[in-house]
């Protein structure tokens, strides 16, 4: 998975909740206000926010995007270069350190600890065990890693070795979430995926001797050619495994994929499962999931153990957290100022060769957007408590949002009360289909990206 939103174009940010056919746009919310309002003007009051002092109440964390995968799968829409040779990489990671170097001499993160890390992409472990270790290490001599209550890492099977494992089980990596998608070689195939079922067999053994604190599998539900029984396959391997914790996304198509493109030429039909057959999988899922002890911990994931099985840097992201988005094309969050990164392999190279920080455009929130943000980020993990919007904006939810919160309750998507804002399981399924419910209204028909 990546950060990246650049080659994403214009879709609409209306409510999609009658959305029947899997259709071409992405419908999946990441954050708000839409990036489609970020501004390149905004980028001197990022970097006002990151040369003052911060909310001393806030945490902060950081993401390492490494945008590099061994195959373009044909649904996705990331950032990635599938073509960049070893002293290239070693390039680009020499300036992610170097823009780390430089972040840690800001007003804004000088002396304060980490409480999450986050190697993202692409695919983190494309890259070798020597470059991961060089990269760590400079990143350690400027800020705290030892103080991050969980590094998370995102592996595609067929990058990993035993011994590449063991250096990222050495470096301090505590959540390894492997992109497993899904476990028939047809099915990869046909989607594009780099890895094979073999594959996956292969690292499990390796990874069950490094007892890393947390396994995440991911899964998409609706790749194209899959069938109920190619999912129920996959839902039983994947409980067969026992990882702590499985995420399952619902396959969407957003432009510029290599699906899109094709759908666009006219060249072969694709059929991507339509909205009700990716929500009954997901649903089907779930339920085998709950039978073998899971828990929900979101719409996406379920944990063997909710209590010990913390996802740091989704629920510090959700709740608002300081974040430093290195790496091409990142996204990041310091005081109230959304910022991303340029977008561009060259631009982000030479702007840190020139000793700059790469942002390419930003966005101040304000108060009630930051309420809006953290409502629907929250509402992701089908429930939130009143209470903390009370003590943290001095706002009762409950009344702020009465219309569309109403209008889920009749549509039988969500329930309310004063304490507690619910979704039932129809909600939790379609969570992003009902987001910009919320949004205010002058963001309501703009393209999102
Ligand atoms: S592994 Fe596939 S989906 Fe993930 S970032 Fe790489 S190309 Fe995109």
């Known amino acids: 998975m990546s950060t990246s939103s650049e080659t994403l174009q214009p879709e609409p940010a209306t409510s999609r909740l009658d959305l029947k056919e899997t259709e071409v746009g992405s419908v999946f919310v990441s954050n708000y206000p839409p990036y489609s309002f970020w501004s390149e003007d905004d980028v001197s009051n990022a970097l006002n926010a990151l040369n003052s002092q911060p909310n001393p109440e806030n945490t902060v964390g950081l993401y ?32 992610l350190a170097k823009e780390i170097e430089l972040y840690s001499e800001l007003s804004s993160v000088k002396g304060r ?25 400079r990143v350690k001599a400027v800020l705290p890693w030892e103080s991050a209550e969980e590094v998370t890492f995102e592996c595609e099977p067929g990058t990993l070795s035993q011994s590449k494992l063991e250096a990222i089980r050495e470096v301090g990596v505590s959540r390894l979430s492997l992109g497993v998608e899904n476990f028939s070689d047809f099915i990869l195939k046909e989607n594009g995926r780099a890895h094979l ?12 001797v490094l007892d890393f604190d947390q396994l995440n599998i991911d899964l998409i539900s609706g790749m194209v050619g899959e069938t109920w029984e190619s999912w129920k396959d996959n839902v039983k391997r994947t409980i067969d495994m026992q990882p702590d914790s499985v995420t399952i996304y619902q396959m969407e198509l957003p432009y510029n994929t290599v699906y899109t493109k ?34 929900i911990s979101s719409a996406y994931t379920m944990v063997k153990d ?28 310091m005081s109230n100022v959304h910022m991303q990164n340029v977008a561009s392999w060259n631009d982000y190279l030479e702007a840190l060769d020139s000793g700059q920080l790469p942002l390419s ?22 429930r939130i408590e009143t209470d903390y919007f009370k003590k943290k904006f001095d706002v009762e939810i409950t009344e702020e949002f009465s219309v569309p919160y109403e209008k889920l309750r009749q549509e039988g998507l969500l329930t309310f009360d004063r304490d507690k804002v619910e979704l039932t399981r129809a909600g939790l399924l379609r969570v992003d289909q009902l987001l910009p419910e919320f949004y205010h209204t002058k963001y309501r028909d703009s393209r999102y990206t």
């Not at 490494?66 to 020499?94: G, H």
């Not at 600890?113 to 290490?137: D, N, R």
């Not at 101040?364 to 993990?381: D, F, G, T, W």
């Open 64 to 95: 390492l995007h490494i945008p590099f995968c061994r195959k373009r799968c044909k649904f996705c829409y990331f950032r990635v270069y599938t073509d960049k040779n070893a002293s290239q990489i070693e390039r680009y990671l020499d300036r």
């Open 197 to 208: 079922s073999k594959e996956i067999f292969e690292v499990m053994p390796w990874i069950e």
């Open 113 to 137: 600890p980490l409480k999450f890390i986050y190697f993202g992409g692409g695919t983190p472990s494309y890259i070798s065990a020597k470059h991961l270790k060089k990269l760590v290490s």
């Open 262 to 295: 094709q759908l666009f030429e006219g060249n072969g039909e694709i059929h991507v499962p339509n909205w009700q057959t990716k929500r009954e999988w997901h649903d089907y899922a779930f339920e085998e999931l709950a039978s073998a002890g899971y828990e």
């Open 361 to 382: 455009r930003a966005f101040p929130i304000s108060k009630e957007e930051r309420l809006v943000r953290e409502m629907i980020l929250q509402l992701k993990l089908g």
């Open 306 to 333: 909710k209590r010990s099985c913390q996802f740091v840097y989704r629920d510090s992201v959700w709740h608002g957290t300081d974040m430093l988005g290195t790496g091409v094309a990142s996204f990041g969050h």
